[in-house]
Each structure stands twice: as C-alpha cells, then as structure tokens.
C-alpha cells in the first residue's frame, strides 16, 4: 500500500522505532491498512514481547468478532522485527516511539540520517516533547514532524500532528494522508508544549489528583463523575494508571516549566507515588490496586 495525493509523498514502508505499548500499537495499525512494517527495539526480548502483543491484540479481534483469522494472519505477515536501528533509514517513514527523552529522540534521528541519505519523513510520537527541538539535529528539518497517538493504539481514533517550525507541506500532507490510512481522524496542530490533547489531558488529571488530597471524593468516585457526568470513556485517574504515574510526572514538570503555569505543578501525591514505585497498572499499583483486580478476574474466569 501507498499513499498517493495531491503534493504528497509516495509511503509504502513505515518504521516503528520502539515495540512497547506505543510502539507495538503502531505497528500493528500500519500493518492492518497494508504498509510494510519494519518495528525495532534494543534487545530480542524486547522485540518478542512487542510481537506478542500484537499477536493478543489480533486475537482480541477475533474473538469479538471484528476481524478473522485471515485479516489477523495478512496483519503478521506484514510485519517484520529488527535489532538493528540502521535498517530502519530504508523506510519511507519512520515513525519513533521511544522514551520521552530529548536526548535520545534527537539521538535516533541523527543515527537515522548518517546511516541513508534518503528523503525519508521522521515522525516522533512524543505526546509533549518539541518537535522544533528533535528537528534541530536533522539535516532534513523539512521532513520531521509529530504523529501523537493514543493508547490503546489500535482502538483509538485520534492521531495529532505536530507541525514544527521548519516542517513543510508536503510533509504535513504525507502525514495526514497516512493517518487517515491507518484509519485514524488527524487533528493538525502547532508545536507548542503539549500540543493539544496532552495539554487539556494533564491539566485534568493533574487537577483530579488534587482534589483526591484534598479529600473532595475517592479515586472512584472521582473517576465515575468524568464517565458519567461527561460521558467520558475512563476518569482522568484510572487513564494516568494506564499512562504510568513516571510519565504523566514528566509530561508535568516540562509542561510546568515551559508554560509557567501553576496549572502544571505536579502534586505532591503524583511525587510520593512515583518515589514509592508506585507507577500504574505496569507496576501493579498506583491510584487502582490492579493486582487485586487482576485476581478478582481470574478468580471469575475460574
């Protein structure tokens, strides 16, 4: 498959550098719409655990009845896995989701461009980080831009794209078109802190954990009054579990400092937590005690 329009760029092989939640998530969309799909990671292991994700996802699907077990099998088929960050400059684009780490996106990037001098676009998935910034590094800044999507990937609508200052139109275009491909609704916004999702997204969250210090209501009943009262799929405190408490923290304390706003303060309890280990679902306990849910399902399923 490629992407073919008006002042856009041709798109049949999309990179994904990283297989976590992200990383794996974009994977598997790219090779459902029938892009070739090169994912890497560091490490094997890594690189397996992301494969298997995708392989529980598909199956999901099926079991629901919304795919079968062909569409599960072309999915597969269309992915191939690597340890070599190299191999990914032959993409047409390469679509980062690493850790949100300045540092180390702008460092993928520079690594890419050395390894090929083809005019390949780079999108990164950081849902805060400048994409003016990462693109100071590349000698293509025309060609790097956001492509923010939402977990979990294959569910999620939304994909945001980032426009830095030197991103030019047929990047935009390219970008917008492939979005629409992997069967998402674009939204175009400007690079600022936080884009435009993660900016509202924080502030709700961040505000959710005051009012549990400050003992207005339960993690619960806090979450149940975003659900029900606002027809929101999941209260802002349940989502920062799934999110992990260390990221929301880091979002927060960039977002607090480039816009200077009290509104991005992170909370004392968001600290304490972190500090504990006490990161989400990943580590089992956050705002939710998801091990004991995890045992309240098994026990039901036996």
């Excluded at 498959?1 to 092989?13: A, C, D, H, P």
């Excluded at 923290?249 to 816009?259: P, S």
Aim: aromatic letters at 4%; hydrophobic letters at 40%; one cysteine or more.
């Amino acid at each position: 498959m490629s992407t073919l329009g008006s002042g856009s760029q041709t798109i049949e092989t999309i990179a994904v550098i990283g297989a976590g939640t992200m990383g794996h998530g974009i994977a598997q969309i790219a090779g459902s719409a029938g892009f070739r799909v090169l994912l890497r990671d560091v490490d094997r292991e890594s690189l397996a655990r992301g494969i298997n994700s995708i392989e529980k996802n598909l199956a999901k699907g099926i079991q629901l009845g919304k795919l079968t077990e062909a569409d599960s099998e072309r999915t597969l088929q269309q992915i191939r896995g690597t340890t070599i960050l190299d191999d990914c400059a032959a993409a047409d684009l390469i679509i980062e989701a690493a850790p949100e780490k300045l540092d180390l996106k702008r460092e993928i990037l520079r690594q890419l461009e050395v390894a090929s001098d083809r005019q390949f676009i780079f999108a990164s998935n950081t849902s805060s980080l400048s994409i003016t910034e990462i693109a100071r590094v590349s000698k293509r800044p025309e060609n790097v831009i956001g492509m923010h999507f939402f977990n979990p990937v294959h569910l999620m609508r939304l994909v945001e794209v980032v426009v830095g200052s030197e991103t030019s139109e047929t990047t935009i275009e390219t970008v917008t078109a492939v979005g629409r491909q992997l069967r998402k609704e674009p939204i175009v916004v400007k690079d600022v802190p936080g884009f435009a999702s993660s900016r509202l997204g924080v502030a709700l969250g961040l505000e959710a954990m005051r009012m549990l210090e400050q003992g207005v209501a339960s993690a619960q009943d806090i979450d149940t009054a975003m659900e029900l009262g606002y027809n929101h799929p999941m209260g802002p405190l349940k989502l920062t579990d799934l999110v992990g408490l260390d990221v929301r923290l880091n979002i927060a304390e960039y977002l607090h400092r480039e816009l200077g706003t009290e509104t991005f303060r992170p909370p004392d309890v968001l600290r304490r937590m972190v500090s504990e280990g006490k990161l989400g679902k990943k580590t089992g306990t956050g705002f939710y005690d998801w091990n004991k849910d995890k045992e309240a399902r098994q026990s039901h399923s036996s």
